[in-house]
């Protein structure tokens, strides 16, 4: 009777196990819980309220895949967004690793371009014909409005280490103004936003006085803006900024790359050093240098924190004068994805750049960054300026001319490439 119950037990036992193997066949170990959770990522990609996809305003489209691991999975759970790769690079000479230091890049400095990339690229469904530099709002008769709006980054952070104020209103306004220009636009108002958790009056002076500044240096006017001050929301001495800018142009006149051609050039324009994007990297950099920001700049003439706070090249007047002498076919500024996924961003299907790196001179800023990062050429390049504010694919023609205006003296420009036939930026 004892062996009979026992096996009875016994029997009792395996079934009731396996009615739990059928109903969780993976073990409740890390690995599967988190196998679990990327098919909960991929129902939701599945369903009606998250399939919306938006292109960024500074990167270029890349692959993405979230798939389910899980064996037996069904097929639904395993979604792919295929897109064309618009970089490529030819010239690493920065090793990942450089005598057991690590490379510094912009994502491990807590900026991820290509997840930027993704939420612009869902927003483009459920507002198709995102991802220029401007956007385009028709009028009755036969002009556009071109709006742009930005911030300035991390920047700020440098702005209240260093104590200058009075010129981080010029790039609140650059930062826009160069965006919306690149369709040809004129740019007509601009509209800010302050925020703070205790409004320091002549603080806020200060920041308004660069915005005025700005908007005088781009023949806008400063329309109106917002002050908001939310106590404990920011720290102590801190603020917030963001600008917004409309222009005009005509509808004949618009610029947008569809013309370009094999053989176009690209003209580039000098930055005064990083503008207002790249500064989570450049933060990172700092700290590692060991430098203070009072320190000198090596190679350079000025403090590192005053080469690093240089306000950003407004290039609007100066664009629009050679955009009226005719052969501009597109133009890119180059700000957050650098020229690796801005330049692209201009050229039809089947055309990319090729550039020539020693066509200008990198600037001592820029030389240091990279040293001190220990920072790759590709990171360098879908990161930073590097010297080059604005890049404007002209026709040969055109390109003569403004070579010529620039050898007299006029402005400083650079032919930086060419146009060619393939997708993509190669460096040479």
């Known amino acids: 009777g004892f062996v009979f119950k026992t096996l009875f037990v016994l029997i009792l036992i395996l079934f009731w196990l396996q009615t739990q193997t059928l109903l969780s066949p993976f073990p409740a170990s890390p690995q599967y819980q988190s196998l679990s959770l990327s098919a909960m990522e991929a129902r939701l990609l599945q369903s009606p309220s998250s399939t919306y996809c938006f292109s960024s305003g500074s990167c270029s489209i890349n692959r993405y895949r979230f798939s389910s691991a899980i064996p037996s999975s069904p097929k639904p759970l395993s979604v792919s967004f295929p897109q064309k790769t618009r970089r490529t690079t030819n010239v690493v000479s920065m090793s990942k690793k450089d005598g057991d230091i690590e490379s510094l890049s912009y994502k491990g400095s807590g900026v991820d371009i290509d997840a930027g990339t993704e939420l612009v690229r869902r927003i483009a469904k459920m507002a198709p014909g995102i991802g220029g530099f401007g956007g385009l709002f028709p009028l009755a008769g036969d002009s556009y409005l071109v709006a742009g709006t930005d911030g ?70 400063l329309l109106g803006g917002e002050t908001a001050e939310m106590p404990d929301f920011y720290a102590e001495g801190e603020y917030d900024l963001s600008g917004f800018a409309v222009g005009i142009v005509k509808k004949d006149s618009v610029i947008n790359g569809k013309n370009i051609v094999a053989g176009d050039v690209l003209i580039g324009l000098p930055s005064s050093g990083v503008h207002s994007n790249g500064f989570s990297l450049v933060r990172k950099v700092v700290a590692r240098s060991g430098l203070s920001l009072k320190d000198e700049l090596p190679g350079g003439s000025t403090t590192l924190g005053e080469a690093l706070m240089a306000p950003t090249v407004i290039y609007v007047k100066q664009v629009l004068d050679i955009i009226s002498r005719g052969g501009v076919k597109g133009i890119a500024h180059i700000t957050g994805g650098g020229f690796t996924d801005n330049i692209p961003r201009v050229f039809p299907d089947g055309l990319g750049a090729v550039i020539h790196t020693d066509a200008w001179e990198l600037p001592p800023l820029f030389k240091w960054i990279q040293q001190s990062g220990r920072i790759e050429d590709s990171e360098m390049r879908r990161t930073f300026n590097l010297g080059i504010g604005m890049v404007m694919v002209v026709s040969p023609e055109a390109a003569l001319r403004i070579l010529g205006e620039a050898k007299n003296g006029d402005y400083v420009a650079h032919r930086i490439g060419e146009v060619i036939n393939g997708e993509g930026v190669t460096y040479q």
């Open 152 to 221: 300035v980054g991390t920047k700020l952070k440098l702005a209240f280490e260093t104590g200058i104020h009075h010129t981080i209103g010029i790039d609140l306004v650059a930062m826009s103004v160069n965006d919306i220009v690149t369709s040809g636009a004129k740019p007509l108002f601009f509209l800010d936003y302050f925020a703070t958790s205790r409004l320091d009056v002549d603080l806020a002076e200060k920041v308004i006085k660069g915005i005025v500044d700005g908007c005088g240096q781009s023949d806008c006017a």
